[in-house]
């Protein structure tokens, strides 16, 4: 069936990068996307990549595809305090729905 | 323009009690879903509604309906709450664009005593 596994929490320094990964299972899927969610909020979707694309870079962020093994990577460049939330990734699947993983708490200190 | 806005935000039941949490989006997008999120378990959809008029089971669904009341408005209710309905519920909306983005609401936290 469908799923997405992401490891639960990293901590970094705030000016370090952070890299956030994720496997997921269903090979056809089109688009993986990255969200945020900050404290008491709702998802705000950061990026999404195509699945005929090996990377793609947003100021700060850098996304990484590998198809073959099926692991998705967020990259935060130069981490700031602000950066400090839960990170979701999520497959689009071949039943027309978002699959997300268990999100990925992000702890940056100063 | 609002966005995806979502009542209540927080809300205390008893077991057994009913009530409808209320998602409206200004977006005018087709599909609107709900969502649950638990600790460690990120979020399982509950029902989605591809567009007016039709609605869809979606991972987790027992215990909940669903009424897609028109194009802005999809609202879930809870006919008789259980302690294992405490959770967060999303609200979202999607783009009919390439993409999918999905856009979401604040959020309604339930507890069930």
């Known amino acids: 069936g469908e799923d997405v596994e992401q490891s639960l929490f990293l901590s970094v320094r705030e000016g370090d990068s952070s890299v956030i990964n994720c496997t997921y299972t269903d090979s056809s899927s089109t688009y993986l996307y990255w969200y945020k969610q900050e404290p008491g909020a709702g998802l705000q979707l950061l990026t999404y990549i195509f699945s005929n694309m090996d990377m793609k870079q947003d100021q700060r962020l850098t996304v990484l595809l590998n198809k073959k093994d099926k692991h998705l990577s967020l990259r935060i460049a130069d981490t700031q305090t602000g950066d400090s939330a839960i990170y979701f990734c999520?497959?689009?699947?071949?039943?027309?729905?978002?699959?997300f993983g268990q999100g990925t708490t992000l702890q940056v200190k100063p | 323009n609002a966005g995806v806005t979502q009542t209540p935000k927080f809300q205390v039941l008893k077991t057994g009690q009913s009530m409808t949490l209320q998602c409206a989006q200004d977006m005018n997008h087709n599909s609107m879903y709900w969502y649950r999120q638990d600790p460690g378990m990120g979020l399982r959809l509950i029902y989605y509604?591809?567009?007016?008029?039709?609605?869809d089971k979606g991972e987790v669904p027992n215990g909940y309906n669903v009424s897609r009341l028109n194009k802005r408005e999809f609202s879930l209710r809870l006919e008789s709450a259980a302690p294992s309905q405490t959770s967060v519920y999303f609200c979202a909306s999607m783009t009919g664009g390439a993409s999918n983005e999905q856009f979401f609401g604040p959020g309604t936290r339930l507890t069930v005593l």
């Open positions: 999520a497959e689009w699947s071949n039943t027309g729905k978002l699959i």
């Open positions: 509604s591809a567009s007016e008029g039709t609605t």
